[in-house]
């Protein structure tokens, strides 16, 4: 370290004497926005290869089986989907309103089952009672709840299941359903 003369003048530097670091660069540039605008580049890329790669392959082959079992369509000629009412509407009392109110549905099978409509004739008063009773305690709250129809059909589904084994029919349809 070099001492100041007496004369208040800064002697010059040599670069012996000088222990001083050099001076930082100037900041700005590019520097501090690269991860901003790798960001912007890169991520609508990767989003577009994960939907491309990975998510579109797993819907389609979770498709794949359901759209076998469907209708008539030209990757299956030979099965189309037969459609069954059961016999008559079902009418039945909402539980907790003391009979001053009713329910009436009416339910169709849906299905490829080569003898669909044969098990659905030979088990008509079965299932028309298995749904009356599966209707019949279902309150007004049950019913006005959202996706109230959704769950009924799941659980017709379930009790006609029982009754006419599983797989026979894919699909179920309440094609009436009223309240009063």
Known sequence: MA?????????PETAADSD?????????????WLPVLANLLLMPVLAYLTVSFLVLPKMVAARAPAATE????PANPGKPK??????????????GTMGTRYLLASITLAG????????VEKNDAEMRDA????????TINDLEKPGA??????????VFNNILGQGVFTDLYLTEFAIQ
């Open 131 to 138: 749904a009356a009773n599966a209707l019949s305690v279902k």
């Open 112 to 119: 490829a089952h080569p003898d669909l409509k044969g098990l």
């Open 20 to 32: 001083a670091t050099p001076p930082a660069p100037a900041r700005g540039g590019l520097g501090p």
């Open 70 to 73: 469907g209708a008539a369509s």
């Open 82 to 95: 037969l459609m069954v009412p059961l016999h008559g509407k079902i009418l039945v009392n909402v539980a």
């Open 3 to 11: 001492l100041a003369p007496a004369n208040g003048k800064a002697a």
């Open 149 to 158: 129809r959704n769950l009924i059909r799941a659980e017709l589904i379930s």
